[in-house]
């Protein structure tokens, strides 16, 4: 079975500060990873992916994420917040060994950036 | 202009009725997907669908049924059965060479 844990619910900053999101995953093959944002009232929109190749992934609005295999981790980053990047923000894996192209979601981190 | 569609964005259901959410995307993605989303709580797999005429159930299938007649639509159906069907509902589809999956602006089923 594959889960991924969002270990904040919240995470708070102020805007022009960096800001980390936090992702850990577990999956039995080799990691696909995804970062998504949701807009209140709205689907989710895709961030970024990992699927192999170099560690550090740039997607859109700026924001990045860092594979870590070792401590099974994908953490998502931006080195300047801004207020518009205020959402909700959910890690998924998939097993990119199994042809079953499932996605598994983490139970999402709420992103609140301080003018 | 390529995308999942799904309608209604707003829908109300009386106690007892069965209602039909659509879902349809131009995208010629392969899999298609339904979620379910609570408020402050992450997205749980209702169903999916990786070919036409074939579908399995995800982790909260009870009360819900689906159709994949077309490879193009996957329509979801919210039976009497389901005790709490008030929620936030997202389709999602991806290509099997494509690992990202792409997703639709949500129905917001509430239950009157």
């Known amino acids: 079975a594959q889960s991924v844990a969002q270990p904040e619910d919240q995470v708070n900053v102020a805007e022009g500060n960096p800001l980390t999101v936090k992702c850990t995953y577990s999956v039995s093959g080799n990691p696909y990873l995804f970062w998504y944002v949701q807009y209140p009232n709205r689907g989710l929109q895709f961030l970024l992916k990992?699927?192999?190749?170099?560690?550090l992934v740039k997607g859109s609005y700026g924001f990045e994420a860092e594979f870590n295999k070792s401590q099974t981790s994908f953490h998502l980053k931006k080195p300047s917040a801004l207020v518009s990047d205020s959402a909700l923000y959910f890690c998924?894996?998939?097993?990119?060994?199994?042809?079953?192209?499932?996605?598994?979601f983490g139970g999402g981190t709420r992103l609140m950036v301080k003018p | 202009d390529g995308g999942i569609t799904q309608s209604p964005k707003y829908l109300f259901r009386k106690e007892g009725q069965n209602v039909t959410l659509s879902c349809e995307q131009n995208?010629?993605?392969?899999?298609m997907y339904w979620y379910r989303q609570d408020p402050g709580q992450g997205l749980r797999l209702i169903y999916y669908?990786?070919?036409?005429?074939?579908?399995q159930k995800g982790d909260i299938a009870e009360g819900y049924s689906v159709s994949r007649e077309k490879k193009e639509s996957f329509p979801l159906t919210v039976t009497s059965a389901q005790k709490n069907p008030t929620a936030f509902y997202l389709c999602?589809?991806?290509?099997?060479?494509?690992?990202?999956?792409?997703f639709g602006q949500g129905t917001r089923l509430t239950v009157v």
């Open positions: 999602a589809s991806s290509s099997y060479m494509n690992t990202e999956a792409f």
């Open positions: 995208l010629n993605h392969d899999a």
């Open positions: 998924a894996v998939r097993d990119g060994g199994n042809a079953g192209n499932m996605l598994t």
């Open positions: 990992y699927i192999t190749g170099d560690n």
């Open positions: 669908s990786q070919i036409v005429n074939d579908f």
